[in-house]
Each structure stands twice: as structure tokens, then as C-alpha cells.
């Protein structure tokens, strides 16, 4: 019998959206209307989604597995915003499974350059009600009514569902989110919208009753860990010298995101050496569970890594292909 081929690190192909307020790069996306495709090896031309298909929990381990099914749990995309984008806002995990049947789309901005005008929109100043902010979105004067960060490079913003945002003038943003397409638009400023950007189901009217109307206050994280949700964790990592990187055969997917320098990731061969995948600034790699082992060797100095993955120890039924079916009771 021939022997099973090992899985490697997947860097994919870039899928790119123009919009009015600038554009959209998704470096890493399993949704349906958005595939990415594995660029390079014996994998290169298949999508995220049919590997998962294929090869299930040798991609994301076991717990991940068990909770997301064939979903591949995280996307990530690079905007690049000239202008104003529309006013969005997402929902959590619950009303987006039962309304929906999707998952929610927590999300983490994560800062790549700050230009002329550079301004996040996050949130209220202050608490407020669904009437007057109904009202103000209509008339396209709701940024009165919301809170204004001055970005910089290297900032971190975790967006909470139910937290209307946007970004403006220019600024870069990488954006690691759950696997969703649960944005709905709240206001255009009085632009036209693109037709390919929202999905027209998912309205103002649909999301006043889970938006939150409390004041906003950005969480700042405490040193390296960006993020530490249930949907995901991110760690930036600075590499003044190569790291090893050792785990058990069920562990979590690892994510890769370069955010300056290069870095090559190197498996151990089973006859010594080792096999190179190099990963440079403004790419995103996805190191799949079944590498245990690996080394991270900076190629220049100052290099710096945002590290994704997912940590899961339950079971979700909605999403679980192997849970139980549940019929209701007899009436």
C-alpha cells in the first residue's frame, strides 16, 4: 500500500474585491462565495473548502473538528481603505446559528498603516437607543452618535458583535474574523453600495435588536496575546531568532499572518533535513495540525508574525456532523 502523504503548509492565492471606499484582499476565506485556492505543491488549485472536505481533522485537530465540522473556522482579510466604508455591523454566534443558520463574526482589527485622515468609527460615545440611532442612519448622520479612534500602526481593535463600525480615510487594516459572511450594512453615508458587498437581506431594520446601544470602550490588550476569544486566539510574535514549535498530532491549525520581514517555516524530513516554505511580508500561511513539528527561522531582521489558531474543548450541535439528531417533542 502506498504510504499516506504528509500534509504542509498551505499559502493561497488572493482574492481581491474593489469597492468605492477602497478595497478587500481575502488572504484566507472558506465562504462559499469566497474560496481561496492552495497556491503552491501536490495540493496547489484545490480550495480550503475541499480540503477540509478531504481531509478534515489532519487540518484543523480534533477539538476544532468537532466543534466547526468541514468549516474552516477563520478568515482573514486585508483592507485597504481610501474613503469611507459603509457602517456594518455583525451578530454573535447564537442569533446568527438560529436566525441564520451561520456563525457569528467576531472580529480583531489589526492596524497595518495609518495615512492622511486615518480614522476608525467603533461603537457609541455614549449610550444611546435604537430609535435615535434608526433615525440618524437614515438621514446619514449617525457618526454624530458614534466613537472616533485615531488608528496607528500596530493597534489592535477587537470589534464585539453587535458593534457597529467602519473605517475612513486611509488606512490599512488585516482583519482575522470567524468564517461568516454576517455583515449587515447599517448606513452608506449616502453612497451608492456596491451590489457584491452586502447581502440585501441583512438590513438596518434586522439588526436593531441585537446591536448594543451602551457606550463603547476598546479593550486594550495586555502585552503580546491580541486576542483570547472562544472563536480565536492571536498572538504577535516578534522573532529576533528561529523558534520551535512542538505540539501533540490533535492539537489546533496554526495561522500565520507576516506582518513585516520574512519568515521560512521548516518541517524536519523523516531523513534529516528539512523541508523550506518561506513566508513573506503581507502573505498568511496555514500550518495545518498534522505538522507537529516545525521551526520558525526569521529571514530579516525585525520580523514580526500575528500566530491564529482556534482552541475548542466542546461540541457544537448545530454545526457537528456527527452529533445526534434531535427531533421535537410530540405534540
Not at 500534509?7 to 488572504?27: I, N, R, T, V
Request: with cysteine; charged share 25%; aromatic share 10%.
Amino acid at each position: 500500500m502506498e504510504e499516506e502523504k504528509k500534509l504542509y503548509p498551505f499559502k493561497f492565492c488572493a482574492l481581491q474585491d474593489d469597492y468605492p471606499w477602497g478595497s478587500e484582499e481575502f488572504k484566507l476565506a472558506d465562504l462559499g462565495y469566497r474560496d481561496s485556492l492552495v497556491r503552491e505543491g501536490w495540493l496547489a488549485g484545490n480550495s480550503i473548502a475541499e480540503l477540509m472536505d478531504t481531509y478534515l481533522d489532519r487540518i484543523v485537530g480534533d477539538d476544532v473538528y468537532a466543534w466547526y465540522g468541514r468549516q474552516f473556522p477563520v478568515c482573514v482579510r486585508h483592507l485597504r481603505v481610501n474613503g469611507r466604508m459603509p457602517l456594518r455591523v455583525h451578530p454573535d454566534d447564537e442569533t446568527a446559528a438560529q436566525r441564520y443558520d451561520f456563525l457569528g463574526k467576531e472580529k480583531l482589527w489589526y492596524v497595518l498603516r495609518a495615512g492622511k485622515g486615518a480614522r476608525l468609527i467603533a461603537g457609541f460615545r455614549q449610550d444611546t437607543d435604537a430609535s435615535a440611532f434608526y433615525a440618524k442612519c437614515l438621514d446619514g448622520s449617525v457618526e454624530d452618535l458614534l466613537n472616533i479612534i485615531a488608528p496607528h500602526a500596530g493597534q489592535c481593535l477587537r470589534i464585539p458583535s453587535g458593534t457597529p463600525h467602519a473605517a475612513a480615510g486611509d488606512v490599512e487594516i488585516l482583519e482575522i474574523a470567524e468564517s461568516s459572511p454576517m455583515d449587515f450594512c447599517l448606513c452608506s453615508w449616502g453612497e451608492e453600495v456596491h451590489p457584491d458587498e452586502f447581502d440585501p437581506a441583512l438590513t438596518l431594520v434586522d439588526a436593531l435588536d441585537f446591536i448594543r446601544y451602551k457606550r463603547f470602550e476598546a479593550e486594550t490588550p495586555a502585552g503580546e496575546r491580541i486576542a483570547d476569544l472562544p472563536q480565536f486566539r492571536v498572538d504577535r510574535l516578534r522573532l529576533p531568532a528561529p523558534v520551535v514549535i512542538a505540539h501533540e498530532s490533535a492539537a489546533p491549525f496554526l495561522l500565520y499572518s507576516c506582518l513585516q520581514g520574512a519568515v521560512s517555516v521548516q518541517i524536519p524530513l523523516t531523513g534529516g533535513g528539512h523541508a523550506d516554505f518561506p513566508l513573506r511580508s503581507g502573505k498568511t500561511m496555514l500550518v495545518p495540525s498534522e505538522c507537529t513539528e516545525f521551526h520558525l527561522v526569521p529571514l530579516e531582521r525585525d520580523t514580526q508574525l500575528l500566530e491564529t489558531t482556534v482552541l475548542r474543548t466542546e461540541t457544537d450541535p448545530y454545526i457537528n456532523p456527527d452529533a445526534e439528531p434531535v427531533l421535537p417533542e410530540d405534540l
